[in-house]
């Protein structure tokens, strides 16, 4: 492996990491890669924040955003059995794959030898909101 793919332990996201081997046919070998994970989602009770605002939805009555630096960051829910909460948006952390390299038989060797093709397929395992 080159540039682009770190192999990391289970609790590193900073960097994009093999998280799995698997042999799927006498000639073909599957990586799975995990590149960056998901943050946030998470209700929390809501403690007012030092320069934080609260904006009122125009059109959705009862939705409430929380603002700071002028980009809205969660919303405030109210839980009549929980209390007042705090719901940060999900954001994705972590670096980007380099899919160049990724992409490129030179990258790999398999006990010495580079493999004469590579594909790559992207697929979500969590969605963050827009």
Same mark, same amino acid.
Request: net charge negative; hydrophobic share 30%.
């Given at each position: 492996m080159r540039k682009g793919i770190k192999m990391g332990n289970?609790?590193?996201i900073k960097k994009p990491r093999v998280c799995g081997v698997s042999v799927v046919a006498d000639n073909i070998? *599957? *990586?799975? +890669?995990q590149e960056g994970a998901v943050e946030g989602g998470v209700q929390i009770p809501y403690e007012p924040? !030092?320069?934080?605002? *609260?904006?009122a939805d125009r059109d959705i009555p009862g939705l409430v955003y929380i603002v700071k630096d002028g980009e809205r960051i969660g919303v405030k829910v109210?839980? @009549?059995q929980l209390? %007042? @909460? =705090?719901? !940060?948006?999900?954001n994705? +952390?972590?670096? /980007? *794959?380099d899919t160049?390299?990724?992409?490129?038989?030179?990258?790999? =060797?398999?006990?010495?030898?580079r493999p004469v093709r590579?594909? @790559? /397929? %992207?697929k979500p395992n969590n969605m963050a909101d827009p």
């Open positions: 289970e609790n590193t070998i *599957l *990586l799975t +890669v924040m !030092p320069g934080e605002t *609260l904006e109210e839980d @009549r209390g %007042t @909460r =705090r719901f !940060p948006f999900e994705i +952390v972590g670096d /980007k *794959l160049e390299s990724a992409d490129d038989p030179e990258s790999y =060797r398999i006990n010495g030898v590579v594909y @790559r /397929k %992207t």
